[in-house]
């Protein structure tokens, strides 16, 4: 039987940090969800609405021509964007909107905006609607692209994108799928993940190493920013199992075209 890979799209949101250089923020996984009990980035799979033309008119800075051509496809790329924005929002509170949006300053009606969202009361197109959104699409960028391992029972073609954060903005995990989020150092995720306090799956803990080499949020949106199309490939890891063990293999690796 045939698994179906799903579309799906995860944010990497970026802020400055007090102290010099830059955070990301980083949420733990409900020991209930999938990928459970360890820390991922915001995101999810894309839902149909996210495709809808009339979301296409509240995205400023880029049209779905433009983003499908980033994304190396021939047309749909602006509701990863999109999906991007609604999953941040859903999962951790973040509304990247403009900030010139009247809503960014209402805290008490973000909140309950994003209850009924998640309550399924209301849909992401209806908050675009009713508050008239600016979403800051030309703040997010594509850097990396991984493909859910065959030997998964749940499969996704994930888009990963770095999305710039005003450090006024606050986040919040939603206490249902998530149950932890922190603002952390690309550097210091990294040493929490040496020391076993951070439990990551593959595609998370390259996406980190990769940031680590920049010194702020700016040079590392502006690196991705200036790829060419069809720059970020794809990535499939490989697994087989070996003396009870499963070891991974990632393209480039010895032995990866012969799994």
Same mark, same amino acid.
């Not at 890979?5 to 999938?34: C, Q």
């Not at 309950?112 to 030309?138: A, G, H, P, Q, Y």
């Given at each position: 039987?045939?698994?179906?890979?799903?579309?799906?799209?995860?944010?990497?949101?970026?802020?400055?940090?007090?102290?010099?250089?830059?955070?990301?923020?980083?949420?733990?996984?409900?020991?209930?969800?999938?990928?459970?009990?360890?820390?991922?980035?915001?995101?999810?799979?894309?839902?149909?609405?996210?495709?809808?033309?009339?979301?296409?008119?509240?995205?400023?800075?880029?049209?779905?021509?433009?983003?499908?051509?980033?994304?190396?496809?021939?047309?749909?790329?602006?509701?990863?964007?999109?999906?991007?924005?609604?999953?941040?929002?859903?999962?951790?509170?973040?509304?990247?909107?403009?900030?010139?949006?009247?809503?960014?300053?209402?805290?008490?009606?973000?909140?309950?905006?994003?209850?009924?969202?998640?309550?399924?009361?209301?849909?992401?197109?209806?908050?675009?609607?009713?508050?008239?959104?600016?979403?800051?699409?030309?703040?997010?960028?594509?850097?990396?692209?991984? !493909?859910? #391992? +065959? &030997? $998964?029972?749940?499969?996704?073609?994930?888009? %990963?994108?770095?999305? =710039?954060?005003?450090?006024?903005?606050?986040?919040?995990?939603?206490?249902?799928?998530?149950?932890?989020?922190?603002?952390?150092?690309?550097?210091?995720?990294?040493?929490?993940?040496?020391?076993?306090?951070?439990?990551? !799956?593959? #595609? +998370? &803990? $390259?996406?980190?190493?990769?940031?680590?080499? %920049?010194?702020?949020? =700016?040079?590392?949106?502006?690196?991705?920013?200036?790829?060419?199309?069809?720059?970020?490939?794809?990535?499939?890891?490989?697994?087989?199992?070996?003396?009870?063990?499963?070891?991974?293999?990632?393209?480039?690796?010895?032995?990866?075209?012969?799994?």
């Amino acid at each position: 039987m045939t698994t179906t890979i799903r579309p799906a799209a995860t944010a990497i949101l970026m802020r400055d940090a007090v102290e010099g250089g830059f955070e990301i923020l980083m949420v733990k996984r409900s020991s209930r969800s999938a990928f459970g009990s360890i820390y991922v980035f915001p995101g999810g799979k894309l839902d149909p609405e996210d495709s809808a033309k009339e979301l296409y008119s509240y995205c400023k800075g880029m049209n779905d021509l433009e983003a499908s051509r980033k994304l190396g496809i021939e047309r749909g790329g602006l509701a990863y964007w999109i999906a991007c924005i609604r999953e941040c929002f859903e999962e951790v509170g973040v509304l990247l909107t403009s900030s010139n949006d009247s809503i960014i300053q209402d805290t008490q009606k973000l909140n309950t905006l994003r209850d009924k969202l998640n309550n399924k009361e209301i849909t992401f197109k209806d908050i675009c609607i009713f508050e008239s959104l600016n979403l800051r699409v030309n703040n997010i960028v594509p850097c990396a692209h991984w !493909i859910t #391992p +065959t &030997i $998964e029972p749940k499969r996704f073609d994930t888009r %990963f994108f770095l999305a =710039k954060v005003d450090s006024e903005q606050l986040a919040s995990h939603d206490g249902f799928e998530l149950t932890e989020s922190l603002w952390i150092k690309p550097k210091d995720a990294l040493k929490k993940l040496e020391k076993g306090k951070m439990n990551m !799956i593959i #595609p +998370t &803990i $390259e996406n980190i190493k990769a940031l680590a080499e %920049f010194s702020s949020s =700016k040079d590392a949106f502006d690196h991705f920013d200036l790829l060419k199309d069809k720059e970020i490939p794809p990535i499939l890891p490989k697994f087989i199992k070996k003396d009870g063990e499963w070891i991974g293999f990632l393209p480039g690796d010895e032995g990866y075209e012969d799994v």
